[in-house]
């Protein structure tokens, strides 16, 4: 009978700290999912399965770290997984250094629909590899470099050094008379 | 560096793209996690097909052929199918699943995944599709150590053996293939991992 109310009181938890985290970083995982896959359908089913694998991994959650880069971990996790098993060949994924020094097609010209400019960026992040992509999502999240460290599993030095690339590539590919990206 | 104007600045173009009120309830998941049970379930039955197949063959080999080395080759194939699908299966369906992995960073999971695709493309390759072609070697050895009489035999056989080429050049080239990438992308995260040491 303990067993039985220890369990119900566990599932409680796991639903409890679940809806927290879905109701905070619902939006959030949204735009990670974006980033990972262009199909719609296919996205959808990416977002289900981080919602899934979400709620599972609260049956584990000890606090070790925080609720916010728990939730990126799985998702970036499950995403990664699913790059892997969507794209059988890396060879036409690329890396930040790749970047910088791959041309830009659109000349560095920022469209007056921001709808273009959302479908260019997240076209820019599908190119990386999963693990730059983590590194660039986190800073479009506002993320400072000891979270996206935490994340990642890179050195604060690593990050901040692909953060600046990043701002770079961003600030060439967006910019607009001569203006940069922060 | 200068601020962006708030249109222009990729934060704020991503932190504002529009998103989809998501439909996900506790219901929808618990649903999800009954069809990953019986995912699993299909996905086992599905890759014991192949194994199956060498056994039927293997067996119906050994006891059609007179041929005791081609007999001797069809019990091997049979044995190693057999043996394959307790090696194979050994820890295949128990692989961290990503939700089970919160407490590693990204560096160590996306190594550990394509450790585990590497891994497991070896152990496809030894404990599935070798049986597969000690089969059907042991099928064609008559025509191998037959000589000049068993011509005829082989000339009706190359539709079959061309396609068999075929299937091995995928196997092989290709894929081999796949496994160079992923060690270079091994190597490289290696590398970051060290960077990310010092």
């Known amino acids: 009978m303990g067993g039985s109310e220890s369990i119900s009181t566990g599932e409680a938890s796991q639903d409890h700290l679940y809806r927290d985290a879905a109701d905070k970083y619902g939006s959030a995982l949204e735009r990670l999912a974006r980033a990972y896959e262009v199909d719609p359908e296919k996205r959808r089913d990416l977002i289900q399965e981080i919602h899934f694998q979400l709620w599972r991994s609260f049956q584990r ?9 728990w939730v ?11 790059v892997l098993r969507e794209r059988r060949t890396f060879s036409n994924l690329v890396n930040l250094e790749e970047l910088e020094t791959l041309p830009d097609k659109d000349q560095g010209q920022f469209a007056a629909d921001k709808r273009i400019n959302l479908e260019r960026l997240s076209m820019l992040i599908q190119q990386l590899k999963p693990l730059d992509r983590q590194v660039i999502i986190s800073y479009l999240e ?3 470099a000891i979270s996206i460290g935490e994340i ?6 690593n990050v901040a050094m692909r953060v600046n690339r990043i701002k770079n590539i961003l600030a060439r590919r967006f910019r607009e008379g001569g203006g940069h990206a922060e | ?14 932190q504002n793209q529009p998103v989809e009120p998501s439909t996900m309830t506790l219901e929808t998941i618990r649903r999800k996690a009954r069809e990953l049970h019986a995912k699993t379930r299909r996905e086992l039955l599905g890759s014991i097909a192949t194994p199956l197949a060498v056994v039927v063959f293997s067996a119906l080999g050994a006891a059609i052929f007179n041929d005791p080395l081609q007999r001797i080759a069809f019990a091997l194939a049979l044995a190693w199918a057999l043996a394959g699908q307790y090696f194979l ?14 407490l590693i960073s990204g560096l160590e999971f996306y190594r550990r995944e394509i450790e585990r695709r590497r891994y497991l493309f070896h152990r496809v390759l030894r404990w599935s599709i070798g049986p597969v072609l000690l089969a059907i070697g042991a099928l064609l ?4 150590t037959g000589g000049i009489e068993e011509r005829g035999a082989f000339l009706k056989m190359i539709p079959f053996l061309s396609l068999l080429g075929i299937w091995i050049a995928d196997v092989f080239v290709i894929r081999m293939r796949g496994q160079r990438e992923l060690q270079r992308e091994i190597e490289e995260l290696n590398g970051l991992e060290k960077e990310s040491r010092l």
């Open chain 1, 61 to 69: 959650f000890d606090a070790r770290c925080s609720t916010r880069t």
């Open chain 1, 72 to 82: 990126y971990r799985v998702a970036h996790h499950v995403a990664a997984s699913h």
């Open chain 1, 142 to 144: 506002a993320m400072d």
């Open chain 1, 152 to 157: 990642t599993g890179l050195s604060p030095a």
């Open chain 2, 1 to 14: 560096m200068r601020s962006d104007p708030p249109g222009n600045d990729p934060r704020t173009i991503w």
């Open chain 2, 89 to 102: 299966h050994r820890g295949m369906w128990f692989a961290t699943l990503p939700g089970d992995a919160a």
């Open chain 2, 141 to 144: 050895l008559p025509i191998v």
